[in-house]
């Protein structure tokens, strides 16, 4: 069991997949030679050969595309776009084919594919490289959203998501690539898709959140409960389908709840959340649900970017509100 960061297990998890299953595939831009951007694929080509690690053209709607027709034809495509903010050319084959296939042929043709996307701010690029746009493809039926949160979790969903029989969008919080270390087994087991994952169990109120801002959600929970605040932490992971049975016992048991996320506020999957709680967990809500969101505009270049991110303290204080509605 080694310990390694987010991105080490992303490429562990592609390691073991292609080795497991010839019909896994990972192509992209600079995926082979260069190992990835973030060298997630880093030595995955020099090991498994060009013709299972593929440099494709700078061209997201063709790696789209070719996906599709892998997919189509029994092959497990895993292919990369270099950034989120790239992906938005091959949102016509996300739509039309890569969600619909299924519908389409009722049931004839699958596609179990994966389309890896780094995402999020936080680490200074410059502009289209910092989108935290999950609800734009939460929103699109038969496509399946995952972020994970951790290393272990990378390895253990995107295991899953590559041995799922349809389409799934992963999403790779690139502020914690290598924010943290953790212990993590290359033991093949997936993890669960479509659940929420409590990561701290408490009785005054629930928090939940998904990707890179779970790290501020934990911090912002230690200081609650050295304020004698005792919070719940639940890690959304798998953004569509929602988990809310998981998100209603919480709230059912703590009667409040904040939603953390760093993504823009308006129609962000936080309102859907917000939405479900008012709809069936109403008569368990002792205070409204509260939102700790990114702000409805374009994520700032660096010198800005500060004022955009979430901390630590505008969780606290929205928490802290929360607890004193009477």
């Known amino acids: 069991m080694a310990e390694i960061t987010l991105v080490e297990a992303v490429n562990l998890a592609l390691d073991r997949a292609l080795n497991d299953d010839p019909d896994v595939i990972v192509l992209g831009e600079d995926v082979g030679?260069?190992?990835?951007?973030?060298r997630a694929t880093v030595g995955l080509q020099e090991k498994h050969g060009s013709?299972?690690?593929?440099?494709?053209?700078?061209?997201?709607?063709?790696i789209a595309g070719m996906?599709?027709?892998?997919?189509?034809?029994?092959?497990?495509?895993?292919?990369?776009?270099q950034f989120m903010g790239f992906i938005y050319s091959a949102v016509d084959q996300i739509i039309n084919h890569v969600a619909r296939m299924r519908n389409r042929t009722r049931g004839r043709i699958t596609l179990p594919m994966v389309i890896r996307a780094p995402f999020g701010g936080g680490i200074h690029a410059p502009e289209h490289h910092s989108e935290s746009t999950e609800a734009i493809f939460a929103?699109?039926?038969?496509?399946?959203?995952v972020i994970p949160s951790s290393p272990a979790r990378a390895y253990g969903l995107l295991l899953?998501?590559?041995?799922?029989?349809?389409?799934?969008?992963?999403?790779?919080?690139?502020?914690?690539?290598?924010l943290v270390k953790q212990n993590v087994d290359d033991n093949g087991e997936a993890w669960p898709l479509d659940v929420c994952f409590t990561l701290r169990e408490g009785n005054d109120?629930?928090?939940?959140?998904?990707?890179?801002?779970v790290h501020e959600t934990m911090q912002a929970a230690d200081k609650l409960h050295n304020m004698g605040?005792?919070?719940?932490?639940?890690?959304?992971?798998?953004?569509?389908?929602?988990d809310m049975d998981t998100i209603l016992q919480s709230v059912e048991k703590t009667g409040r709840c904040v939603i953390i996320h760093e993504a823009a506020r308006t129609c962000g999957v936080g309102a859907e959340i917000a939405a479900q709680l008012a709809e069936r967990g109403l008569m368990h809500l002792l205070a409204p649900v509260q939102r700790v969101t990114g702000y409805d505009t374009v994520m700032p270049l660096y010198r800005n970017?500060?004022?955009?991110?979430?901390d630590t303290d505008r969780i606290v204080d929205t928490v802290k509100q929360t607890m004193e509605f009477a």
């Open 33 to 38: 030679v260069n190992g990835g951007v973030f």
């Open 305 to 310: 970017e500060k004022w955009y991110m979430i």
């Open 160 to 178: 899953a998501a590559i041995r799922d029989p349809d389409p799934v969008l992963f999403l790779e919080p690139k502020r914690i690539y290598r």
């Open 229 to 242: 605040i005792d919070a719940e932490v639940i890690d959304l992971a798998t953004i569509k389908p929602l």
């Open 205 to 213: 109120i629930t928090l939940v959140t998904w990707g890179a801002c």
């Open 51 to 62: 013709h299972r690690v593929v440099d494709t053209p700078l061209a997201e709607t063709l």
């Open 139 to 145: 929103h699109m039926p038969g496509l399946r959203v």
């Open 67 to 81: 996906s599709v027709g892998m997919a189509a034809e029994g092959l497990r495509p895993v292919c990369e776009m």
